[in-house]
């Protein structure tokens, strides 16, 4: 059973409550734990206007109407961890496992290239097939291609020696979303794992200098609003540069088989919250969000969400990457275009670096 945000189902009238927190928040940046937790109490469907509109002010401080695109490539769904939620952990045995070849990893960027992408996203299970000079391998020949695009790895945890190693060949971004900063959450969705083990990831990676995303799954079951507010004050305190936000799915082939998934009202208030409380972090409208609505992107972008991450893995694989069930696999850029610039933004093809990590053109 899930318990997050218990009245987003009522479409109640704004709460003037409601509304001075969202404003408190938007003007500070921050909120004690039990006004954000009235919140997370008490939000109905009739606060989230007011919700968006401040979410969509703060986005504007730095990044305008800009979204930026990551072409996202999987180049490996063998995984040794067990997370329980994720369709293709080692518990899955009905899956077909894949592993890109260079030249198709390779091919997968031109094609990205060719669209004018500029930055990839790089991610596996955590294969340990590919040691550290395989990825390294991979990321020069990525970058031989354009030494100007930004490499993003997202291939889990590793070693303080492989992060350094890895960021020396050119990595410039790690994308290691935390998950549940609830520890007994976490440990109940993480066998064999633990959230020390993942801070000391994120921590370490910060500390090299690379540009980092962390984030969370929504509706997880047995979440509730007080494992929120600790996702909340994790991404709070941390301050990653990137955020990804999404419902957890519930897929047939894992151990949480049989579980309520989350929905995409409860990810919309999580992308609200975490854009007020972060201005400047980049955040992703996820695939999983568009797998729930259709209309998910669009509706991410009103929330405060300013990057998308079209898929580039080779369409004989991508359906195999089977995190959750329906992924959304096609992606036409032109279209993409037009339904952002429809709703007022504007697809930005640059590297979409955090603003902090921008070199200033005088
Ligand atoms: N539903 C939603 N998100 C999932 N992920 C993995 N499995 C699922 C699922 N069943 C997310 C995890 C992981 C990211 C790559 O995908 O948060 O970090």
Not at 49 to 58: E, G, K, N, P, Q
Not at 149 to 173: D, I, Q, W
Not at 203 to 218: L, P, S
Not at 256 to 267: D, E, V, Y
Request: net charge positive; hydrophobic share 35%; aromatic share 8%.
């Amino acid at each position: 059973m899930c318990t997050i945000l218990p009245n987003l189902n009522k479409k109640n009238k704004p709460n003037p409550l409601i509304e001075a927190l969202i404003k408190k928040l938007y003007i500070q940046s921050n909120l004690e734990d039990n006004e954000m937790l009235y919140i997370l109490d008490n939000i109905t469907q009739g606060d989230l206007d007011i919700m968006s509109h401040y979410a969509t002010l703060m986005r504007f401080k730095y990044y305008d109407k800009s979204i930026y695109l990551r072409g996202l490539v999987e180049f490996s769904n063998y995984c040794k961890q067990g997370c329980l939620y994720c369709g293709i952990s080692r518990h899955n045995a009905n899956i077909d496992r894949y592993r890109l070849r260079m030249d198709e990893i390779l091919k997968s960027v031109k094609r990205g290239l060719a669209l004018g992408i500029q930055t990839f996203v790089l991610q596996s299970g955590e294969d340990p097939y590919y040691t550290d000079d395989k990825l390294v391998e991979i990321v020069k020949n990525i970058k031989s291609l354009n030494p100007q695009c930004a490499v993003t790895l997202s291939v889990g945890e590793l070693s303080n020696e492989s992060y350094h190693k890895l960021y020396e060949a050119g990595v410039e971004r790690y994308l290691l979303r935390h998950e549940a900063a609830s520890p007994s959450l976490y440990q109940s969705l993480h066998q064999g794992m633990t959230l020390v083990n993942r801070m000391r990831c994120l921590e370490e990676v910060k500390a090299i200098g690379y540009q980092v995303g962390a984030g969370f799954m929504v509706g997880l079951p047995h979440q509730t609003n007080d494992d929120l507010l600790k996702d909340l004050k994790f991404v709070k305190n941390f301050s990653p540069h990137m955020c990804g936000i999404g419902p957890f799915i519930c897929h047939p082939n894992t151990p949480l088989k049989g579980n309520k998934s989350g929905t995409a009202l409860q990810t919309l208030v999580m992308l609200g919250l975490t854009r007020l409380l972060l201005p400047k972090v980049l955040l992703p409208a996820t695939t999983a969000l568009e797998t729930l609505d259709p209309l998910g992107k669009e509706r991410a972008f009103k929330f405060g969400a300013n990057v998308l991450m079209p898929n580039l893995t080779p369409v004989i694989y991508k359906n195999k990457y089977e995190l959750y069930q329906n992924k959304v696999l096609k992606y036409n850029l032109e279209e993409i275009q037009n339904n952002i610039n429809k709703i007022g933004y504007i697809v930005d093809m640059s590297r979409g670096d955090h603003i902090d990590f921008r070199k200033e053109i005088l």
